[in-house]
Structures are given as structure tokens and as C-alpha cells.
């Protein structure tokens, strides 16, 4: 199983709709982070956690929010999505215990705004 | 603005031949990191530099960090249709806070 693991892993949705994207851990890392990827521009920040009661903004942040129920847990949800969302997004976890600070990515979820 | 810029874009060369990619930046880190991404799969760590004038090597692949450590490079030697992948470097400006990424060189091997 990974270590990291994302749901849906791919999801086609309409503009207006409500979109929530699942991120689950079992490394015991205590970082977690979002990220958009679409062609040419690399990885994005959207939004990062380093403990369930610490939420930051990254690059990209708005049209987007998050949640982190747990250690091991950390949603990022569109709240009314647009076409533009349409990307590939990817959740990552890092510990600063160990070397400096590794990311370990989960294999992805395509979203679709039609 | 992007803070890390990679090239080329696009790169599609024949099974066996050399290569080098590049990561530059207006500004200094503390280190730099080299992922690579294959297809339908999340970025995995190769290497991190950290050391002005740094080389790493990792079987084909050498990695080097800039003197002055704006900027860093990546060849491959011998290149196989292993290699093919999205390469992406990436920095850490807090130290392990957050992570920026370089805008990719796509890697295409032809067998």
C-alpha cells in the first residue's frame, strides 16, 4: 500500500459544484501539503499543515481551502469549482526528523471542471 | 514570478546520447533538491545539494550545485528510455517550511 494515498484519483465535475479531495498518510510525518501541477508552470503551493491545529497559505491559495482532521489526514476542498481548477493535484508529507525536510508525494488526483 | 526556472521546456533525444538540464534562480539557497516524475505517478527525490560548488553522482546522473548557489544542473550520461520523466528541482527558501518549484524539463529517451 502507499504511503501516501489520494481519493478520488480521478473526478469530472461541473462549474458550481462542490469538490473535496482526500489525503491520507502513514509515514507519521507531521507536514503535509497541497499542490497544483499543470503543464509548463511545474508545482504549485496551494495550501500547507505543520500539526492539525496549524494551517498556511501557499502560492495559490484562493478558490481553495483545507482541512487537517488528523496527523495522518488533510482534505483540500473546492468550494464552487471553475474550469481553471482543472489540474492535476498532489498531496506530500515531509519531517524535518530526518534529513532536510524530503517531500513524499501520493500518486495524484486529475480533476476535471467541465 | 517564478523564483526557479528550468530548461530546456521540452527535451527528446536518442538512447545513448548525453544531456544536461538546468535550474536557475535570481537568489541564493541553502540547498536544492532534484525530483524526477514519471508518468501517472508523484515526484521522488534524487538528490539534494547543498554545498556551493557541489557534485553529486547517482550512477549516470551528476548533480551540481552552483558556486554561488543560484542555480544547479543535471546531465545524464548514457541516456536509457528509463530516464524518460518530468525532472523538476526544487528549494526550501525557510529551511524545510515551504517547498518551490521549478517549472520541469519534460525528458523524452527514444529507444
Known amino acids: 500500500d502507499a504511503d501516501v494515498t489520494q481519493t478520488p484519483r480521478n473526478r469530472i465535475t461541473k462549474t458550481g459544484k462542490r469538490i473535496m479531495l482526500e489525503c491520507s498518510q502513514t509515514k507519521g510525518h507531521d507536514r503535509m501539503y497541497w499542490y497544483r501541477q499543470d503543464p509548463g508552470l511545474g508545482l504549485r503551493l496551494i495550501y500547507y499543515?505543520?500539526?492539525?491545529?496549524?494551517?498556511n497559505k501557499g502560492e495559490i491559495s484562493d478558490g481553495y481551502s483545507v482541512s487537517r482532521q488528523a496527523q495522518a489526514k488533510f482534505s483540500l476542498s473546492l468550494e464552487s469549482a471553475i474550469p481553471n481548477q482543472t489540474a492535476l493535484y498532489f498531496c506530500?508529507?515531509?519531517?524535518?526528523?530526518f534529513g532536510l525536510g524530503e517531500l513524499f508525494f501520493g500518486e495524484g488526483s486529475r480533476l476535471t471542471v467541465l | 514570478t517564478q523564483l526557479l526556472e528550468q530548461s530546456p521546456q521540452f527535451l527528446s533525444i536518442q538512447e545513448g546520447e548525453n544531456l544536461t538540464v538546468y535550474c536557475n534562480s535570481s537568489s541564493v539557497f541553502s540547498s536544492l533538491q532534484w525530483y524526477r516524475q514519471e508518468p501517472g505517478e508523484g515526484p521522488v527525490l534524487l538528490v539534494t545539494v547543498v554545498t556551493g560548488g557541489e557534485v553529486k553522482k547517482l550512477k549516470r546522473l551528476t548533480f551540481q550545485f552552483g558556486d554561488a548557489r543560484k542555480d544547479s544542473s543535471l546531465h545524464i550520461t548514457a541516456a536509457q528510455p528509463g530516464d524518460t520523466g518530468l525532472y523538476l528541482c526544487?528549494?526550501?527558501?525557510?529551511?524545510?517550511?515551504?517547498?518551490?518549484f521549478g517549472t520541469g524539463t519534460s525528458l523524452t529517451v527514444i529507444p
Open positions: 499543515s505543520f500539526d492539525v491545529k496549524d494551517i
Open positions: 506530500a508529507t515531509s519531517d524535518l526528523r
Open positions: 526544487a528549494v526550501s527558501p525557510n529551511t524545510g517550511n515551504q517547498f518551490y
